[in-house]
């Protein structure tokens, strides 16, 4: 009788124990102030039963998100420049579109992080400025798992899959000499190559793509090309599958550098590539740097101007290759820390130190003297 009633008083104990913590937890959340033993055993607590939910949750942002920079603007509590939890343009499309990228804070919330050459996290509320003194790290090489494939579409097209893969191999070459080490994140880039013109006419028709063998869907994470022929479609699955690196090492880029670096990177950087199949290039009609620098998704899209935009932006990120490697490290690293800006003429000035003018004048006379 006397062990009945003293599991009835500890029973009742409990009962008011748990009563008083749910009270507590109410009065908390309703912003109340509570003694300090309450609070903290309220923390405890939570501690306790919140430590197997953040370890799933870290895992799932971990799948979700492979491709966080390092180097970006960020606006409090919003996504990152190459975050993939938010649908982005597509790439063909990207330049007429507002940018979805991330969503712009109020300037006065807006905060900017970068790493420096020293590994040290720099927070401003003011964007860092690239100039042609700015301080990088060049890797020389990228590791083979930084950079997958995973192959979709006709069965019939398998037999071109290693050929495009070796292709992607020798553009890793590229990308090592112009990516700084904080910005190599793995990609898995997802190709999908399709034989039926009606089938690609729908898919490229519901990407709002024009007159393109190929395009890169940002928001998907899918290069989809339209096979015709093997030396056609193993160039476009190159070229689309760069723009994937572009995307998820330095986000959002003006239109010129993001072809230029495409166009040079589909050639065979392992072997000497500056001093053989570019040069075939050098005599295709160009247009002013600024005009290019300044050029608007009207004028990518016009069939007239199109050709010559690329031969421009082929040629002058062959020139920097060349002549100025570190100006175009340096322009990549501007871009991947812009947010949704993408570099302008102003920048490009700064990050070479020269005018547009000069800068002119020294890209006419290499192009002389190489042709």
């Known amino acids: 009788m006397y062990m009945f009633k003293h599991v009835k008083t500890l029973s009742f104990i409990l009962i008011l124990f748990i009563f ?45 998100t492979p491709n966080k920079q390092s180097e970006q603007a960020v606006p409090p509590e919003e996504l990152s420049k190459s975050s993939k939890h938010m649908q ?54 990228i590791q083979p798992q930084k950079v997958s494939i995973q192959y979709s579409g006709d069965s019939n097209l398998k037999n071109i899959h290693y050929k495009i893969s070796q292709r992607i191999v020798s553009a890793k070459a590229f990308f090592a000499k112009v990516t700084p080490e904080h910005l190599i994140v793995p990609v898995q880039i997802n190709l999908s190559l399709v034989s039926d013109m009606q089938a690609y006419s729908r898919l490229s ?25 093997d030396v056609q479609t193993i160039n476009t699955a190159v070229h689309e599958a760069i723009h994937a690196i572009n995307r998820h090492w330095f986000g959002r880029m003006a ?17 000497d590539a500056l001093n053989s199949e570019w040069q075939k290039h ?54 991947s820390e812009n947010g949704c800006q993408t570099i302008n003429t102003a920048d490009i000035e700064r990050i070479y130190g020269a005018s547009v003018i000069n800068i002119q004048r020294d890209f006419d006379k290499w192009r002389r003297i190489k042709a």
């Open 20 to 64: 008083s913590l749910l009270l507590a937890v109410h009065l908390d959340n309703n912003k109340i102030s509570l003694p300090s033993f309450i609070s903290n055993c309220l923390s405890s607590i939570e501690a306790l039963f919140s430590r197997t939910g953040d370890v799933i949750s870290a895992e799932i942002v971990e799948e979700e």
């Open 88 to 141: 982005l343009p597509n790439e063909l499309g990207a330049y007429s579109v507002a940018c979805t990228d991330k969503i712009n804070a109020p300037r006065a919330k807006t905060i900017f992080t970068w790493v420096d050459e020293q590994g040290v996290r720099n927070v401003s509320d003011t964007p860092r400025k690239i100039d042609n003194a700015t301080e990088f790290k060049i890797l020389k090489h």
């Open 205 to 229: 028709h519901s990407a709002s793509v024009k007159n393109a063998q190929g395009f890169y869907q940002a928001g998907k994470n899918k290069a989809i090309v339209l096979a015709q022929n």
């Open 255 to 271: 239109r010129w550098l993001n072809e230029g670096i495409a166009e040079n990177a589909e050639l065979d950087w392992q072997q």
């Open 282 to 335: 050098l005599h295709k009609q160009t247009l002013g740097l600024k005009q290019v620098f300044e050029s608007t998704e009207n004028d990518w899209s016009n069939l007239a101007t199109r050709p010559h935009l690329y031969n421009t932006s082929r040629a002058f990120v062959a020139f920097l290759m060349d002549k100025h490697r570190s100006t175009l490290i340096r322009l990549l690293l501007q871009e």
